[in-house]
């Protein structure tokens, strides 16, 4: 669901301007310590777009020859061949047929294996290449391009099947997704590429996604098909969007140039490692946790990412401070397992993204209300009905009925910001923990302060230990209030302590 449409009062939607860019002079702090040493980490990113690994110059012994000369060929062997077959496909490239629900139906245990050049093309006619349910499928060394999936639909596994392994793909110009998730799903040194919605969606309907590991791919360019213009405010863009995944590592990938963000959790996602990424360049913010619970963010360089977005908001009059790590009611919580119980980020560097880590608290979103976009409830109180009066004004409905971000510790982070490269006034460097003044529905138990007072300075939210070069400021409570670092480190917030501030630097 569209994040901007969640800090809402009530149903009200914030319309968006046309994009303009500003020229500015960068604004300066006063440097009261010296910054700490740490700077940007060289990292190697995960190029394997343009050296992706090849497959088997002949078939492996034991394994079925398909040939690409033959309409079809691929889907009538699968067909015609036992569960636990693999499939060779020679170089070539390969077509299913003109009907567009031709497709791939692997059986349990199956390989499919691509020799150098073999390639699985749609032929901008057919909907999905590998379907159905089998268990264990392995899918390797293929190009597979122009399907046309629907949208929130995908390409590979385009109805999350169990344990599939799809390692050393380039998946390219399809519609939708370039392929969906099922239960301990393995994602390595794939190239998901300009794909019109999503480079992968995991989302499945039964929402029985654990254990999902993507880890050391080139995720770009994605959604060709700009779906936020065509469906405003449908939350549905962006490199990886992961819908109710019980374990993810996210690990090693290069994640850039999508437009729209580059990796979003949206509504009860739990137990993620999101951890030694780069993630640049893309529209909006580099990650998004939205509605979900315990987390790691740590060891990924973050760069460039949310000027589209970030501008877009400053240009149109919207107070609401864009960030590039966006934590919207999310928070680690005890009595839900997990291999931490709080939303950790640390020792992250960030450098010239569209303002930094933006904590935030609708008051009127909560399970059973109407500002609730999802319709989804909380992982403690999946029942709807109860969160109701009499009950949700009492513990423990009152706490267990709405997300909350709580138990957020951001700490030994670098956040270089110059507004130069951005090309912004001082909205552009901002860190926030906020909440709206709770307006909606009638018999909300969250009206007035209450929730902005209790994620300002009663849900254990803690910066700390972090680097800070460039001239940042500080947004609290409301987005009214903007502080600077005096009053952020004071007694009023007790934010960053330990931390070090200078108003430019290297790195």
Request: net charge negative; glycine share 10%; hydrophobic share 35%.
């Amino acid at each position: 669901m569209d994040f901007r449409s969640k800090r809402t009062s009530g149903a009200a939607l914030f319309v968006l301007t046309a994009l303009v860019l500003a020229a500015c002079t960068p604004t300066e702090s006063e440097p009261e310590q010296q910054p700490s040493p740490r700077e940007e980490p060289a990292v190697a990113v995960a190029a394997v777009c343009d050296k992706a690994r090849q497959g088997p110059a002949e078939a492996p012994s034991g394994a079925v020859r398909v040939d690409p000369a033959v309409t079809g060929d691929l889907m009538n062997k699968t067909r015609n061949s036992p569960e636990g077959t693999t499939f060779w496909l020679a170089p070539g490239t390969h077509t299913f047929g003109t009907e567009q629900y031709d497709q791939v139906v692997p059986k349990d245990g199956n390989t499919y294996l691509g020799a150098p050049g073999a390639i699985v093309d749609g032929q901008r006619l057919n909907l999905f290449a590998f379907t159905q349910q089998a268990r264990d499928v392995t899918v390797k060394f293929l190009t597979i391009q122009n399907f046309v999936a629907p949208h929130d639909q995908g390409v590979v596994n385009h109805d999350s099947g169990p344990g599939w392994v799809i390692e050393d793909n380039t998946i390219q110009h399809n519609s939708g997704a370039g392929m969906m998730a099922g239960d301990g799903q393995r994602v390595m040194r794939n190239c998901l590429r300009a794909n019109g919605q999503y480079g992968i969606n995991a989302y499945s309907e039964g929402n029985d996604i654990k254990r999902l590991v993507v880890e050391g791919n080139e995720i770009v360019g994605n959604n060709t098909d700009d779906w936020e213009t065509k469906r405003p405010g449908c939350g549905c863009t962006g490199g990886v969007k992961f819908w109710a995944v019980d374990g993810a590592d996210v690990r090693g990938n290069w994640v850039h140039d999508n437009r729209g963000p580059g990796l979003w959790a949206d509504t009860n996602n739990n137990d993620f490692l999101i951890e030694g990424n780069v993630i640049e360049g893309n529209d909006n913010s580099a990650i998004i946790y939205e509605t979900s619970y315990n987390a790691i963010i740590s060891g990924n360089t973050i760069r460039r990412n949310n000027w589209s977005d970030g501008r877009e908001f400053a240009n149109s009059g919207d107070a609401f401070p864009s960030a590039t790590i966006y934590l919207s009611e999310s928070g680690g919580e005890p009595r839900i397992p997990a291999r931490t119980d709080k939303i950790d980020v640390r020792d992250n560097a960030f450098k010239d993204n569209w303002s930094g880590i933006t904590v935030w608290e609708n008051a009127d979103r909560f399970c059973n209300s109407p500002a609730n976009p999802s319709g989804d409830c909380t992982l403690l109180v999946p029942d709807a009905a109860r969160c109701a009066q009499p009950g949700i004004a009492n513990t423990p409905l009152y706490d267990d009925c709405r997300w909350k971000s709580q138990r957020v510790d951001i700490h030994g982070n670098r956040f270089e910001l110059d507004p130069s490269v951005v090309g912004c006034e001082s909205a552009c460097g901002r860190m926030a923990i906020l909440s709206n003044f709770g307006t909606y529905p009638d018999w909300s138990p969250y009206k007035g302060d209450v929730v902005q007072e209790a994620i300002t300075h009663n849900q254990d939210n803690r910066w700390h230990d972090n680097t800070y070069l460039g001239p940042w400021t500080f947004v609290v409570y409301d987005m009214s209030k903007t502080v600077d670092k005096l009053d952020w480190q004071g007694p009023s917030y007790r934010q960053d302590s330990g931390s070090t501030f200078a108003a430019s630097g290297g790195g």
